[in-house]
C-alpha cells in the first residue's frame, strides 16, 4: 500500500481540530455548570445538604392529667411500646423476624408493610415492625434482646382512661395527640403542653451520629373536675339497662357533681383508632350511646314545669295561696268543644296551689296558664334559665326551646294559639328542656331565687405549679315581691314526697328533708296510649321525670332525672339521694 504523507497530514490535523473543539466544549459545559451549582443556585443545594446532613424533631409534651374532686386520677398517660428494625444491623433480616415470631405475635400484614418499607428508606433508618406490644412480648424480648442485633424496643406516651365508659362523654377522647371530643377537645389547648425540640447529626448513608436537644418540652396543665367519680361510676352502674340521663349538683356553689348520660361506650379503644366496622355499629345503635343525653338531649319537661309556673303565677298575682278551682278531670277553653284532659281522669275536686303541686293537677295548672298568657309565663319561665344554655364552660351544651308568641311565627310561619299556651303550662307542646337545664333551674327554687352557673372544672395546674381557678359565678337573684313565695312552692313540694296522694309518694320515707316533683312525658298521643294498654311497645312508652333537693333549709344536693321509655326516676333518683347523703347504696 502507498502512503501520501501530505493528505494523511491533513487528515491528522482535521481530527485533532474536531478533538480540541470537543475537549474545549466540554470543559465550557463543564465551567457553566459548576458556575450554575456553586454560584447561581449555591444557597438551594447548601440548603439541600444541610437538610440530609441535620434532621430536626419534635419532642412530644406530656399531656396534662385529669382529676375529679377529691384527686381521683381520671385519666393519665400510659408508656406503650414499639419494635422497631435496622436492617442493616441484623445478622440477616428474614431469619430475625422469623426467630422474633417466637414470642412476638406478628400478623402477615405487618410483615408485609415492613418490607414495603424497607425499600423506601435508608438502611440505617428505624423502620417499625409492631407498633404495639404487650407486656408479655416486651418481657420476653428483653430477656432475649442481646440474641437480635439492630432490633430496638422505642417507648411513647397515649392516653388511658382510668374510668372508662363512666366518664367518656364529659372526657371525651384524644386521638394522635389532639383531643377529639368532650373536654378532651374543649381543653386541647391547655392540656397538650409545648412540644420541645432535637437535631440529629446524620452521616451521607442516614446513619445518626449525634443527637442534641435545642428545646425541653412543657407538659400540660393538670385539670380538677368538680365531679364526684365514686358517685359518678354508681350512678352509672345503677343506670344499667336503662335510656336517660342524671345530672347532681351543688346548689351552693355550682358544682356539677355527676353528669351521667346513658347508655355511654368505651374511649380507651379510640384512642388508637377503632375499627370502621365497631364506629358504625356504635353511629347506628338505636340507644345511641355516643349521645351526651345529659347536655344536649332535648325534653319535654312535663310536669316539672308547675313549680315554676306557680312561682311565677304567685309573684304576678294570678291567684294567691289561697284560690281554689274545681278540678273534674279534664279543662275547656272559652267557646271550644275541645277538651283537655287531666292525668286523672276523675279529677282532683277542689284544688289550691299547694294541692295542685302535691298531686299535680293539670286542669288547675290548665287554668293558671291561660290566666297568665304566654307572654308573662316565658317571660317567668325564662328567668329560670329555661330556653338558653347554662352558661356551664368548656363544654357545649344545647339550649332547649321556651315557646313564645313571635318564636313560632318566626320558625313556623304560624300565629299563637290560646292551645298553644295551654299545653305549654303542663310541659308539653314545643317547650324543650335539657337535663342540665333542669337542675340548674331546681338549684334556683332549692336557693329561693339565688342564681349561680353549674361549672364543671374547679382549677388547672401548670408544669411551673401556676394555678387557674374558676371563681364561682353569681349573677343577678331573682327576686320575689313576697319571698314567701318560695316557701309556700317548696313546701307543696315535701308533700310529693311525704303525702300518701303525693305523686311521688312512692319515694317512700327517708331520714332527711327533700323537695321533689315528678313528671311524665308522653311519647305518643293518650288514646293510643289507652288502646294498647300494656302491649305498647317499650319505645313507645313514657319518659318519666324528677327534680329533687335535699335539705329542704339549707340545700346540699339537687337531683336532675330523665330516664326514657320506663317509670324509674323515682327509684333512680332515691338509690341518688341515699348514696350521697348516707353513704348507703341501693346495688
Avoid at 246 to 275: C, E, K, T
Wanted: with cysteine.
Amino acid at each position: 500500500m502507498f502512503k501520501h504523507p501530505t493528505k494523511d497530514s491533513k487528515i491528522f490535523l482535521s481530527r485533532w481540530c474536531w478533538c480540541l473543539l470537543w475537549v474545549v466544549i466540554s470543559l465550557l459545559t463543564l465551567f457553566a455548570r459548576l458556575y450554575y451549582l456553586q454560584v447561581k443556585d449555591h444557597q438551594f443545594y447548601l440548603s439541600l445538604a444541610q437538610k440530609n446532613h441535620l434532621t430536626l424533631a419534635s419532642l412530644v409534651a406530656k399531656r396534662g392529667l385529669i382529676y375529679d374532686r377529691n384527686g381521683v386520677l381520671l385519666a393519665d398517660n400510659q408508656a406503650i411500646f414499639r419494635m422497631d428494625i435496622i436492617p442493616r444491623q441484623t445478622d440477616g433480616l428474614k431469619d430475625t423476624i422469623q426467630r422474633l415470631g417466637h414470642f412476638i405475635q406478628l400478623d402477615a400484614q405487618q410483615i408485609q408493610s415492613f418490607y414495603k418499607r424497607v425499600g423506601k428508606q435508608a438502611a440505617f433508618h428505624k423502620i417499625p415492625l409492631k407498633l404495639r406490644l404487650e407486656n408479655q412480648e416486651v418481657a420476653e424480648f428483653i430477656v432475649n434482646q442481646e440474641n437480635f442485633p439492630g432490633v430496638y424496643l422505642s417507648s411513647s406516651l397515649t392516653r388511658h382512661y382510668r374510668y372508662d365508659d363512666a366518664l367518656a362523654h364529659i372526657i371525651g377522647y384524644v386521638q394522635s395527640g389532639v383531643g377529639k371530643s368532650g373536654l378532651e377537645k374543649r381543653l386541647n389547648a391547655w392540656l397538650r403542653g409545648k412540644n420541645g425540640l432535637k437535631q440529629t447529626e446524620n452521616n451521607a448513608t442516614g446513619k445518626m451520629l449525634h443527637t442534641q436537644v435545642h428545646t425541653l418540652p412543657t407538659a400540660g396543665y393538670d385539670v380538677y373536675l368538680s365531679i364526684d367519680v365514686k358517685l359518678q361510676a354508681f350512678i352509672h352502674r345503677i343506670m344499667k339497662g336503662l335510656q336517660g340521663a342524671v345530672v347532681v349538683m351543688n346548689p351552693r356553689n355550682g358544682d356539677i357533681l355527676a353528669l351521667v348520660s346513658h347508655p355511654s361506650y368505651h374511649a380507651n379503644p379510640f384512642v388508637q383508632g377503632i375499627d370502621s366496622n365497631t364506629l358504625n355499629m356504635l353511629q347506628k345503635r338505636s340507644d345511641r350511646p355516643l349521645f351526651n343525653r345529659a347536655l344536649n338531649g332535648q325534653f319535654p319537661l312535663g310536669s316539672l314545669v308547675k313549680p315554676f309556673e306557680a312561682i311565677v303565677a304567685l309573684d304576678q298575682d294570678v291567684i294567691d295561696v289561697e284560690s281554689t278551682i274545681y278540678d273534674p278531670g279534664y279543662f275547656q277553653l272559652p267557646n271550644s268543644k275541645h277538651i283537655y284532659h287531666d292525668w286523672n281522669p276523675r279529677g282532683h275536686g277542689w284544688v289550691n296551689i299547694r294541692k295542685a303541686l302535691t298531686e299535680s293537677s293539670d286542669t288547675f295548672f290548665y287554668t293558671v296558664g291561660t290566666k297568665l298568657g304566654i307572654n308573662r309565663l316565658s317571660c317567668g319561665l325564662e328567668k329560670f334559665g329555661f330556653g338558653q344554655a347554662t352558661g356551664m364552660q368548656f363544654m357545649q351544651e344545647s339550649a332547649g326551646l321556651l315557646p313564645k308568641r313571635n318564636w313560632k311565627q318566626a320558625a313556623l310561619g304560624e300565629a299563637w294559639y290560646p292551645g298553644d299556651t295551654v299545653n305549654t303550662s303542663i310541659g308539653q307542646g314545643y317547650f324543650l328542656v335539657t337535663p342540665l337545664q333542669l337542675a340548674y333551674a331546681t338549684s334556683i327554687l332549692a336557693n329561693r331565687g339565688e342564681r349561680i352557673t353549674p361549672r364543671l372544672i374547679l382549677k388547672m395546674q401548670s408544669a411551673e405549679g401556676q394555678w387557674y381557678t374558676q371563681d364561682i359565678q353569681k349573677r343577678d337573684p331573682l327576686i320575689l315581691k313576697d319571698r314567701d313565695t318560695w316557701e309556700t312552692v317548696i313546701h307543696a313540694l315535701q308533700a310529693v314526697i311525704s303525702h300518701p296522694h303525693g305523686t311521688g309518694h312512692r319515694f317512700g320515707r327517708v331520714p332527711y328533708s327533700i323537695a321533689a316533683k315528678t313528671g311524665t312525658v308522653q311519647v305518643v298521643g293518650r288514646t293510643y296510649k289507652w288502646k294498647l294498654s300494656d302491649t305498647l311497645p317499650k319505645h313507645l312508652q313514657n319518659h318519666s321525670l324528677l327534680i329533687a333537693f335535699s335539705p329542704t333549709n339549707k340545700p346540699k344536693i339537687v337531683v336532675a332525672t330523665i330516664i326514657e321509655h320506663a317509670p324509674r326516676a323515682i327509684s333512680i333518683t332515691r338509690c341518688v339521694m341515699d348514696y350521697y347523703l348516707l353513704g348507703k347504696s341501693c346495688l
